[in-house]
């Protein structure tokens, strides 16, 4: 049975059959990165053999593409790649206390932290307009505006499975599918509306405190890209890199002269057509790329599809004297003198209860729009569900049974 040195560690390692270096070495707790899961995509499993080279196999065809790519010398291998028949003696490529600290990461049980090459949804927003109010307004407000969308939008991206990459400026970037979940594509698409449907709520409200039209543009795309941590030790944030955050940033601004609010991408499209409606196509050349591909405009959710990723927070409805009554919250759960905010697609209703009665309403002053109460839990918080309840409803009716709180919409 061969058996590895792997230096400066100088630990000893007995190579099982048919496993490569990097397999081993892992095994070993011995510290090698590899961004593209040992798939020779990338190089940062190289190692350099100082003794043994000669009993070394040829390289296979997917290491001579890349070492051929940058240039690498004879006694340089990927130790993905390399899979030893005799003794071999080598260095990794990790040189002073900074390497040591950053790789402090990459042992198995943290190898997504230090780099995997997955397939993930990226998703891009930004604001339409922002620099023409943002010159308008003071920064005070401009802050607020911002923080007031960023919170309500990491909300719905975070029910989605989504995970926010960075916020630059006015704009957003999040990723779909870090822990590899099979259903990210249309978790994201779902996401894109429900940040739509929230920035729709918001309108009215930054149309009267500040006189300016709210709304975002957004842009998805499905491919490939590097996940793991950046920055310096003790300072990491996970990110996406590679071209498929290139090319989602561009679908994105694509709306602006599409004259659209939500494109994603074909691979996307390909992957998520099933469950999806589109308004429309169009033919693009993107920004720094010579192909011209296909962007597809969503309009909403299958029937299906949107059941299925909201049956969490979907209400259950009943009917009455003619009239539809949406169940919230358990009756129990309302003590006297609490509120609830609960969201539905097309407006916030408050739920009061005071003195044994309970009272509904539109949580949005008439005049100012301004909220009567800030929602402060999640669990009320069901963006995007399904309902009969419109923007024209200006107060509710509520009803109470013995185990639930029901309201019925007025206009």
């Not at 499993?45 to 070394?56: E, F, H, P, V």
């Not at 590097?226 to 601004?253: C, F, K, Q, W, Y």
Request: net charge positive; charged share 25%.
């Amino acid at each position: 049975m061969p058996t590895l040195l792997s230096l400066p560690d100088d630990i000893l390692i007995k190579l099982a059959l048919g496993e490569s270096v990097l397999e081993a070495a892992r095994r070993a707790d011995v510290p090698i990165a590899c961004a593209c899961g040992g798939k020779a995509k990338c190089s940062t499993c190289r190692i350099w053999i100082l003794d043994g080279a000669d009993g070394c196999p040829e390289r296979t065809a997917l290491e001579r593409t890349l070492v051929e790519r940058l240039g690498l010398g004879n006694n340089v291998r990927l130790a993905c790649q390399l899979r030893p028949a005799s003794d071999i003696t080598f260095r990794r490529l990790v040189l002073d206390e900074t390497d040591l600290r950053m790789t402090s990461q990459l042992l198995p049980h943290r190898s997504t932290s230090a780099g995997e090459l997955k397939s993930v949804v990226i998703f891009f927003s930004d604001v339409a307009g922002f620099t023409h109010f943002s010159e308008t307004l003071t920064p005070y407000d401009v802050m607020y505006l911002l923080n007031r969308y960023f919170t309500q939008v990491a909300e719905v991206i975070e029910l989605n499975d989504g995970y926010i990459d960075k916020f630059v400026g006015d704009g957003l970037m999040a990723i779909f599918g870090v822990k590899g979940q099979d259903d990210a594509p249309v978790r994201a698409v779902n996401a894109a509306l429900q940040t739509l449907a929230t920035v729709d709520r918001l309108k009215p409200f930054f149309a009267t405190m500040y006189g300016i039209d709210f709304d975002i543009r957004v842009g998805l795309h499905l491919g490939e890209a590097v996940i793991g941590s950046v920055g310096s030790p003790g300072n990491e944030r996970l990110t996406a890199i590679g071209d498929a955050v290139n090319v989602a940033s561009r679908v994105e601004t694509a709306n602006k002269e599409a004259g659209t609010r939500l494109l994603i991408s074909e691979t996307l499209y390909e992957r998520v057509k099933g469950e999806v409606e589109i308004s429309d196509f169009i033919r693009v050349r993107l920004r720094g790329t010579s192909d011209r591909i296909s962007l597809y405009e969503i309009k909403k959710l299958k029937v299906e599809a949107e059941r299925r990723l909201n049956e969490k927070g979907a209400r259950k409805t009943m009917q009455l004297g003619g009239k539809t009554w949406h169940r919230t919250v358990a009756t129990s759960a309302l003590k006297d003198g609490d509120h609830k905010v609960i969201e539905f697609q097309a407006l916030y209703v408050v739920i009061l209860r005071r003195g044994g009665r309970v009272h509904a309403f539109n949580n949005a002053c008439p005049h100012l729009k301004l909220p009567f109460f800030e929602s402060t839990s999640r669990t009320n918080s069901h963006a995007g569900q399904a309902s009969t309840l419109t923007r024209t409803a200006r107060w509710c009716v509520a009803g109470i049974t013995a185990d639930s709180i029901w309201i019925q919409a007025k206009s």
